[in-house]
């Protein structure tokens, strides 16, 4: 399996998602601002494993904090999770592990050496736990799967694998438990326009693990439904409300009312640190708005006239009523039972 992100005695490494397929690269980060600017370029990215970096930066900028005052300490490692947090605003796993981390250093009682101390074998425990989550939710999703066909043919869009994970994947990972379970016949990858995810790095995961994978260009997803090509759908989540609403890869709410159309279950597959329980409905998820250079170029091709004006925002939201399931660590429940799972002990 693919670690994309991992602590190095001193330093972690990324693996370079912008190279992937082409090239496999690794990148060293020793700076907090260098830990920003990777997750802001998308060297790595996927709402888990944006978390998970986010965790090992808030770690690196608490190391470099010189000072033993406690007082001064928490100040600037507020400062730190802000530059972090700014990075990228719809995936919430990202603030939620920013957020423990600054929490956990509140409230270790010691001197400021040991509390650096404290926050790195935190980042570590967020790292261990996202990739036991992601294999509960494989097998959680096999729960709730279709049982016919006994081969199940699943579509699935952008990214959600081990790469946008510490390890294993959401959605992908369900298709993973899947293909170990004989349960899948094959995956259909939308590409996923306009950084091709789907096509640049769930094609890649599936031929590394092979599992059997057919890259589609978004545009074909409707027509593959029609022709009965597909089972189920499975995607990610890079945030959910109170009631269900997920905001994920553009092209997902199409792929829903798409789904819906054909009579096909929508499931959403997502760790609990996914849903943000503060947020009423999805119109409260603030959606990232991206470079128009991504819609003006497939790679360094330019593609479109000068002078045109182009609209970019990174992600959509399903509204909850179009989704089967949302299958999350602690089981797979209906988008208007969220709440059950949040007042459930940790297991
Ligand atoms: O812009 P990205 O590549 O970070 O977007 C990733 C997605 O939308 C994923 O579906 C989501 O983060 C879930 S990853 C397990």
Redesign the pocket.
């Known amino acids: 399996m693919l670690y994309p992100v991992i602590w190095q005695q001193d330093h972690v490494t990324l693996i370079d998602q912008t190279r992937l397929p082409t090239e496999y690269a690794v990148v060293e980060i020793r700076r907090y601002e260098d830990m920003a600017a990777a997750i802001q370029t998308?060297i790595v990215?996927?709402?888990?494993?944006?978390g998970v970096a986010a965790a090992y930066g808030m770690y690196l900028g608490a190391r470099d904090i010189d000072t033993t005052e406690r007082g001064e300490f928490l100040a600037r490692l507020d400062e730190v999770a802000n530059v972090l947090k700014a990075t990228?605003p719809t995936?919430v796993n990202l603030f939620w592990a920013c957020d423990r981390m600054l929490k956990t250093a509140r409230q270790t009682v010691g001197n400021v050496a040991h509390i650096k101390q404290v926050l790195l074998a935190t980042a570590q425990r967020i790292n261990e736990e996202d990739i036991e989550t992601c294999k509960a939710i494989g097998d959680r999703g096999l729960e709730v799967l279709p049982t016919i066909p006994e081969k199940l043919r699943l579509l699935t869009?952008?990214?959600?694998g081990s790469l946008?994970?510490a390890g294993y994947?959401?959605?992908l990972g369900v298709v993973r438990s899947a293909w170990q379970a004989s349960r899948l016949e094959r995956v259909y990858a939308d590409e996923t326009r306009p950084?091709l995810?789907g096509a640049k790095l769930t094609a890649w995961e599936c031929v590394q693990e092979k599992i059997p994978v057919t890259v589609i260009s978004d545009s074909m997803a409707a027509h593959c439904m029609q022709q009965k090509m597909v089972d189920a759908v499975v995607?990610?989540?890079?945030r959910i409300a109170a009631n269900g609403d997920t905001a994920?890869?553009i092209g997902t709410y199409s792929l829903a009312l798409v789904a819906k159309a054909h009579d096909i279950p929508f499931f959403v597959a997502?760790p609990l640190s996914t849903i943000d329980f503060q947020l009423e409905n999805g119109t409260e998820i603030p959606i990232e708005q991206r470079d128009s250079q991504e819609i003006y170029r497939i790679g360094d091709t330019q593609i479109c006239p000068p002078g045109a004006e182009y609209y970019n925002p990174?992600?959509d939201v399903t509204p909850a009523h179009l989704i089967a399931a949302i299958i999350t660590d602690r089981g797979a429940v209906a988008p208007t039972e969220l709440a059950q799972l949040q007042a459930q002990p940790v297991s």
């Open positions: 998308m990215r996927g709402a888990p494993a944006i990228r995936a869009h952008c990214n959600t946008a994970t994947g959401t959605a950084r995810q995607v990610g989540a890079d994920n890869k997502a990174a992600f």
